[in-house]
């Protein structure tokens, strides 16, 4: 006799992927943190994307509904970095220096819109980008890994 011509078993078997994709979302609902409005005068980690750990032109940080694309950028043989953000920014600090021996961050220059920065790359043998921006009083902070800028070939030429 066949385990699967039991009608319970069958039932069994249906049932259970259910309930169990029923109970992941349920402790999801029940387990999660609610989301909370950031504080004037507290810092908070920006995540990378993976498109950050490997050579692909661009990179993306975020954290809740603030976004940021850092795009490497070549005008005239000089290597700069532009950064877009979805919301309004105070201001963006930015560094580039070794793991080891940290730099001391420089503020970038913004458009109008203040939604647009860039930021003249001097040091072309640093291995890590320290990233700070300001927004409403509150501070987003990354340590980035350089590696996203090799991929200068296909960067536009020229674009600002």
């Known amino acids: 006799m ?3 011509t039991n009608k319970h078993v069958v039932v069994a ?3 259970a992927p259910v309930l169990a994709i029923g109970a992941w979302y ?3 609902l029940i387990g ?5 409005k ?3 005068g507290q ?3 920006l995540v990378a994307k993976s498109n950050c750990r490997y050579a692909s032109g661009q990179c993306s940080l975020e954290n809740g509904d603030i976004e940021f694309e850092l795009t490497p950028v070549t005008s005239n043989g000089a290597l700069s970095l532009k950064i877009t953000s979805n919301q309004s920014i105070g201001r963006v600090m930015l560094g580039l220096g070794l793991d080891t021996d940290p730099p001391k961050p420089e503020e970038a220059p913004y458009d109008a819109s203040s939604k647009s920065w860039h930021y003249a790359v001097t040091e ?3 291995d890590k980008l320290f ?3 300001e927004i409403r009083g509150s501070r987003y902070f990354a340590k980035l890994d350089t590696v996203f800028f090799e991929r200068l070939s296909s960067i536009p030429q020229g674009r600002d």
């Open 2 to 4: 066949s385990v699967f």
């Open 13 to 15: 078997l249906l049932v």
């Open 26 to 28: 349920a402790v999801g």
């Open 32 to 36: 999660a943190e609610p989301a909370q």
């Open 38 to 40: 950031a504080l004037p």
């Open 43 to 45: 810092s908070y980690p």
């Open 124 to 126: 072309n043998q640093a």
């Open 131 to 133: 990233f700070v921006a």
